[in-house]
């Protein structure tokens, strides 16, 4: 029994730990100059308003890596709330467990004291039956 609660407590330790690890790591966040960089040249001095094309899909890949942390966020949200329901199924079932356990405990007892009660009347039976043989020849032996 200790052996059993010994490896469910690892096991629920292990998905713990690997959320905590890989829960902590984040995205790094780009700044203005980071984004011009990507883009490569600056065109604020050239006249031309437009940002370059480069520019534009770095800020693209960027939206999308934002929208694919959120989505990241959003099932590590869901697999924590069903660790969450799975533990406290578990917590259930180990309960109805350990009542079964003692049910079963309670009945072997009372089976082994009816089994013990029946051995002891059985034995009465026999006693009583050999009285009775022993009445019956004791007068079988006076009324000859």
């Given at each position: 029994?200790k052996?059993l609660?010994?490896?469910?407590?690892e096991?629920?330790?292990?998905?713990?730990?690997?959320?905590?690890e890989?829960?902590?790591r984040s995205?790094?966040?780009?700044?203005?100059?980071?984004?011009a960089?990507?883009?490569?040249?600056?065109?604020?001095?050239?006249?031309?308003?437009?940002?370059?094309v480069?520019?534009?899909?770095?800020?693209?890949?960027?939206?999308?890596?934002?929208?694919?942390?959120?989505?990241?966020?959003?099932?590590?949200?869901?697999?924590?709330q069903g660790?969450?329901?799975?533990?406290?199924?578990?917590a259930?079932?180990?309960e109805k467990?350990?009542?079964?356990?003692?049910?079963?405990?309670?009945?072997?007892?009372?089976?082994?004291?009816?089994?013990?009660?029946?051995?002891?009347?059985?034995?009465m039976?026999?006693?009583?039956?050999?009285?009775?043989?022993?009445?019956?020849r004791?007068?079988?032996?006076k009324?000859?």
């Amino acid at each position: 029994m200790k052996e059993l609660e010994r490896q469910q407590k690892e096991v629920e330790e292990r998905p713990e730990k690997d959320f905590t690890e890989k829960g902590s790591r984040s995205l790094p966040g780009l700044s203005a100059a980071a984004l011009a960089s990507l883009g490569g040249t600056s065109r604020r001095g050239s006249g031309d308003t437009s940002i370059s094309v480069d520019t534009e899909a770095s800020i693209r890949e960027i939206k999308e890596l934002n929208e694919l942390k959120d989505q990241i966020q959003d099932v590590e949200g869901k697999y924590m709330q069903g660790l969450k329901e799975m533990k406290d199924s578990l917590a259930e079932v180990e309960e109805k467990y350990k009542k079964a356990m003692v049910s079963n405990a309670q009945l072997d007892n009372e089976k082994t004291n009816f089994l013990y009660q029946v051995d002891t009347l059985k034995d009465m039976l026999l006693e009583l039956e050999e009285q009775l043989a022993e009445s019956r020849r004791q007068y079988d032996e006076k009324n000859k």
